[in-house]
């Protein structure tokens, strides 16, 4: 019998890809750059497996033309890179990285807030542009973390992560979800509207997937609700802010800073409003990046392309209304 074919979209950790290879042949992507929406789909056609990226996207017509696809692996959490509805609608599951990431990316979200806060990069750069002359009581003076009012907009598993970092800062938590009242209470959290958490926050952080509803859920209405020193944090995705509405709360100090993980788009242009600004620290989509969460990441991906090669249920799917 013929062995099945996978298409692996980039250069994972070498374990993962070895393990992956005892089950099927593999074809893997090597550039460092992903292969484009015209490759991809040529690379999809005669495959039985897609083991994804964030950053490909596929949508009807590659699944369409992918007549023998019978498992799409996003090595990822988020998804908003697949038009799920159409894989279902073709009967073809596809799987996440869910749980693995999420002390990871919250530690990042942390670390992005205490960076902003307390102007770690502007202090690298100080120094750098030999400014340094001698200690000042005013100069790069920050905000406060412990005891501040965080705002999280979005209760998932890493806004969880995210809260309880919170509460060893003894800070106030403002929550804004769908999740029940009483989820939110067991947290040390208030459930709240999201125009009473903008205006009561020193600090938003988004966790939050990309959908039609989250699609420029922050703009220029929601900033200017926020305080004049606000601070928000995005590790969720770039478009749930709307930039050029965030980059002109930023110029205009209507909030004090922003720290982003993610834009809109990625990679972001060299010559994009939010990168002249010095209140606004940008860093490439690396919240889950360590070595440890991203090995996971890989083995997840792994085993859920050969569960759907098997035919077996993935062990993260999220489409489980095909089954
Ligand atoms: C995800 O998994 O969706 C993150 O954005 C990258 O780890």
Same mark, same amino acid.
């Given at each position: 019998?013929?062995?099945?074919?996978?298409?692996?979209?980039?250069?994972?950790?070498?374990?993962?890809?070895?393990?992956?290879?005892?089950?099927? @042949?593999?074809?893997?992507?090597?550039?460092?750059? +992903?292969? @484009?929406? &015209?490759?991809?789909?040529?690379?999809?056609?005669?495959?039985?497996?897609?083991?994804?990226?964030?950053?490909?996207?596929?949508?009807?017509?590659?699944? @369409?033309?992918?007549? *023998?696809?019978?498992?799409?692996?996003?090595?990822?959490?988020?998804?908003?890179?697949?038009?799920?509805?159409?894989?279902?609608?073709?009967?073809?599951?596809?799987?996440?990285? +869910?749980?693995?990431?999420?002390?990871?990316? &919250?530690?990042?979200?942390?670390?992005?807030?205490?960076?902003?806060? %307390?102007?770690?990069?502007?202090?690298?750069?100080?120094?750098?542009?030999?400014?340094?002359?001698?200690?000042?009581?005013?100069?790069?003076?920050?905000?406060?973390?412990?005891?501040?009012?965080?705002?999280?907009?979005?209760?998932?598993?890493?806004?969880?992560?995210?809260?309880?970092?919170?509460?060893?800062?003894?800070?106030?938590?403002?929550?804004?979800?769908?999740?029940?009242?009483?989820?939110?209470?067991?947290?040390?959290?208030?459930?709240?509207?999201?125009?009473?958490?903008? *205006?009561?926050?020193?600090?938003?952080?988004?966790?939050?997937?990309?959908?039609?509803?989250?699609?420029?859920?922050?703009?220029?209405?929601?900033?200017?609700?926020?305080?004049? #020193?606000?601070?928000?944090?995005? #590790?969720?995705?770039?478009?749930?802010?709307?930039?050029?509405?965030?980059?002109?709360?930023? %110029?205009?100090?209507?909030?004090?800073?922003?720290?982003?993980?993610?834009?809109?788009?990625?990679?972001?242009?060299?010559?994009?409003?939010?990168?002249?600004?010095?209140?606004?620290?940008?860093?490439?989509?690396?919240?889950?990046?360590?070595?440890?969460?991203? &090995?996971?990441?890989?083995?997840?991906?792994?085993?859920?392309?050969?569960?759907?090669?098997?035919?077996?249920?993935?062990?993260?799917?999220?489409? +489980?209304?095909?089954?």
């Amino acid at each position: 019998m013929s062995r099945d074919r996978v298409f692996v979209s980039r250069q994972l950790p070498p374990a993962a890809l070895d393990r992956l290879a005892q089950h099927c @042949d593999l074809e893997v992507w090597q550039d460092f750059l +992903p292969p @484009d929406y &015209a490759v991809l789909r040529e690379k999809t056609e005669s495959a039985q497996g897609l083991l994804s990226l964030l950053t490909d996207r596929i949508d009807a017509p590659l699944l @369409d033309a992918a007549s *023998q696809l019978k498992v799409v692996s996003n090595m990822a959490v988020g998804y908003d890179n697949i038009d799920v509805a159409a894989a279902s609608q073709r009967g073809i599951p596809v799987g996440n990285t +869910p749980e693995v990431l999420n002390e990871t990316t &919250a530690d990042f979200a942390f670390a992005l807030l205490m960076s902003v806060a %307390r102007r770690i990069p502007e202090g690298k750069k100080y120094i750098s542009d030999g400014k340094w002359r001698t200690w000042h009581p005013t100069v790069l003076a920050g905000q406060d973390i412990y005891g501040a009012t965080l705002g999280i907009i979005g209760l998932g598993r890493i806004g969880r992560a995210v809260a309880q970092r919170a509460r060893g800062f003894d800070m106030r938590l403002l929550v804004n979800t769908l999740e029940p009242e009483s989820e939110v209470q067991a947290l040390g959290a208030e459930k709240v509207s999201l125009e009473a958490l903008l *205006q009561a926050s020193d600090f938003v952080s988004l966790h939050v997937p990309l959908t039609a509803a989250t699609h420029h859920l922050i703009g220029k209405r929601e900033l200017a609700l926020m305080k004049p #020193t606000a601070i928000l944090i995005n #590790t969720a995705r770039g478009s749930v802010v709307e930039p050029a509405a965030l980059a002109a709360a930023l %110029r205009e100090k209507s909030i004090l800073a922003a720290g982003l993980d993610v834009t809109e788009p990625e990679p972001i242009p060299l010559d994009d409003p939010l990168l002249q600004l010095d209140n606004c620290l940008v860093v490439p989509h690396i919240a889950s990046a360590s070595v440890a969460t991203r &090995a996971k990441m890989a083995e997840m991906a792994v085993d859920n392309v050969i569960a759907g090669l098997r035919g077996e249920r993935l062990p993260t799917c999220v489409n +489980p209304e095909i089954y």
